[in-house]
């Protein structure tokens, strides 16, 4: 006769998703002791995620499922136990059923507002009751999670919009256009005024052409500044925006193979596009470029942490209008 017997184990949130055991099961009456492998299973694992919109922030939280049997979430709950000047603010509905399981996962959205224009380091901690229909436990078991999240406040955004050089025209193929790209200094989060950047303009050959220098140095100024390019667009149709990316110019550094000024090196390089090199072990065997001055640019870059610049043009598109004809023919006769 088979007896089912459901076990359950605690297991630390942190601990792996699965654990090995021997359990005993003895039964009244029987005088041995049965015992048999079983394997634990955590229930959840948990992820998280900043996003940004401006200077807003939004805290992700998903929650996995690692079985194929259905728990059900409530009541989950955000707090910053060391900062008080932060409210996190659920976006979710409260009476929201949440239900989780190998297929189906959770996703919880908060929204971070500040009393202080600069945050500090956050330590989060997540938590959250849970029930399954497997329990013969009446009692909710309890989830949690911790993690901690730095550098994350928008210090720059950036945005930039294509036009045509006539007034009142759209772009059309064939025909220069102006790229104009805005740099914007939060000037509340107190930035250290004339900060070098750099910048990059990135963009597919097939749809667009780039004129001047697509990646240079720049300052900022009163907390904004202005870079004009020409383009020209080669595809009709809506064509995405070329990608710019803008990174921390680290003047103090000196390269040990290439003496001058990083002003001067920014002013020899050529204008294809320059990423930043590892924030380690920056070698001239690990640079794509392929001149001394451009690899003693690309030393200087730095990328900046995850949100702390704000892309607002990212994925945009302008309509490029097809070039007009006038429909006549040249023919030529070579005799």
Partial sequence: QEIPVLVYFCLKNDHNQ???SMVGITVDGWQNTF?????????????HKIFTSGKKKYFQMVIHGNTSANFTLFDPKLETPECHDVELVLLNRHDQLLFVNHHQSVSLLWQLNSNIPVLPGLDLSFTCSYSCTLDTNPRPHEFDYSCSIHN??????????????EEDKSCTTGETAILEIKIEQ????ELTDNTKLAYSVEANGIIWAIGGKSSGVFTMRDGRHTIILDVVPLQAGYQHFPLVTIYKYLDHLKDPLAEGDADKV???SDSSPLQPAPKTQRTISQLSATSVSSAQFISHLEDFNHGQVYNASRNKQIHVFPCQTTGDIDVSLVQ
Avoid: G, H, K, N
């Fill in 152 to 165: 994350f406040q928008t210090q720059y955004i950036l945005s930039y919009t294509i036009s045509s050089i």
């Fill in 18 to 20: 699965s654990m090995a």
């Fill in 266 to 268: 920014d002013s020899d």
């Fill in 186 to 189: 939060l000037l509340d989060l």
């Fill in 35 to 47: 015992y048999q492998s079983v394997e634990f299973v955590q229930p959840f694992r948990a992820s």
